[in-house]
């Protein structure tokens, strides 16, 4: 029998529920006769991560991948950890174990999700005994109007925030106030943005995206409720650490709308271009040194040596084929793939229209 780490692997969708409503453009990505929204808008693409979720503690699998075969593969941490090395690449598991250290999402948002923060790396080591918090980022890949609103996002706060009036926000669940307390960009398919732990943020109505990031799932909640009325529990809102310490999560420096595109809104920079293909950097260690996210728009063929690290694809647009020396397989707009470090060499090839992907890296 052939090593799973020996070959490109493709993975089953790993939808995933959320307290807020969507999934209808990512239905309809991965080319459904019936999409619609609900409460499943996320996709956790090659994920070795259980999803935290109020209510559901006993959907014990929840945002864990599985490979994708005839009557059920094996879920991809469990692979992993039979055989780290060769799936993560030995530097990577000499560094941070069988942990995979990123984590790659497909979000589609109907409804907008609830104002929160993420804990930064020194945050989540002291107060949350975490080797990762949960610094991300976001790229833009589409959208939709919803009740005349274009795509936003929320990000960061206006001038004048302090740790004082945010906390008088959050006692009286001030919603507007809050709201208004945050910077508040119109998002465009193409565009990228870095998230970093400790930044209050918000994705807004109508946004689909690819988020990548550190491999938790630490959320603090500054809303109680959702719009459709689904209640936090106290610790489903400060993730077990009590409220005082959640408020010390938050960075309180603050910026104009100008200051926010100038820090966090990432350009994309051309690696390579012929008339096979391209390859765009959306997400370099210039950026952070957390994770990596490149482009590829292949309307030949494209060989891409892999130096020994893992890589998580995403096949954004057209279709084609991909493949490692013989191994090769079909793919088209929706497939998802994990390319173990084992890995030497992958080869794309574009059907009849160009195919595009979109290459996720843990980090060095």
């Avoid at 500054?222 to 009590?242: A, L, M, N, S, W």
Wanted: glycine share 10%; aromatic share 10%; net charge negative.
């Amino acid at each position: 029998m052939i090593p799973y780490s020996s070959g490109i692997l493709k993975l089953e969708p790993t939808r995933v529920w959320r307290a807020y409503k969507g999934g209808k453009l990512l239905e309809e990505w991965h080319y459904a006769q019936a999409p619609q929204d609900g409460n499943f808008p996320e996709e956790w693409v090659a994920s070795s991560i259980k999803a935290r979720n109020p209510g559901r503690e006993s959907k014990t699998e929840e945002g864990l991948s599985r490979v994708s075969m005839l009557g059920g593969g094996p879920l991809l941490k469990e692979l992993i950890e039979q055989d780290p090395v060769s799936f993560l690449g030995r530097g990577h598991f000499e560094k941070y174990g069988c942990n995979m250290a990123v984590l790659v999402k497909m979000i589609d948002s109907l409804s907008r999700l609830i104002i929160q923060v993420h804990p930064d790396k020194e945050f989540a080591k002291n107060v949350m005994s975490s080797d990762y918090g949960k610094t991300e980022a976001w790229y833009i890949i589409g959208g939709r109007e919803i009740d005349g609103q274009e795509p936003y996002v929320l990000i960061g706060f206006k001038p004048g925030m302090t740790k004082e009036k945010w906390r008088m926000l959050f006692d009286k669940q001030d919603i507007d106030g809050m709201l208004n307390a945050l910077n508040k960009l119109a998002v465009k398919p193409g565009e990228v943005y870095l998230i970093e732990g400790g930044v209050p943020h918000a994705i807004g109505t109508g946004c689909f995206l690819i988020e990548i990031q550190e491999p938790t799932d630490y959320t603090m909640r500054v809303e109680r409720k959702t719009q459709q009325g689904i209640v936090f529990p106290d610790e489903h809102c400060h993730q077990g650490i009590g409220f005082d310490k959640m408020f010390d999560c938050f960075h309180y420096d603050c910026y104009t709308e100008a200051e926010v595109v100038k820090r966090w809104r990432l350009t994309p920079k051309l690696l390579s271009r012929d008339q096979s293909a391209e390859q765009w950097a959306l997400i370099n260690r210039e950026a952070t040194e957390l994770f990596e996210m490149q482009r590829v728009i292949v309307r030949q063929g494209l060989d891409r040596k892999m130096n020994g690290r893992y890589c998580i694809a995403i096949i954004s647009e057209g279709g084609g084929c991909i493949g490692s020396g013989n191994d090769k397989f079909d793919v088209c707009r929706g497939d998802l793939v994990f390319i173990p470090a084992s890995v030497d060499t992958i080869s794309f090839e574009a059907g009849g229209e160009p195919l595009e992907a979109i290459l996720c890296f843990p980090p060095k």
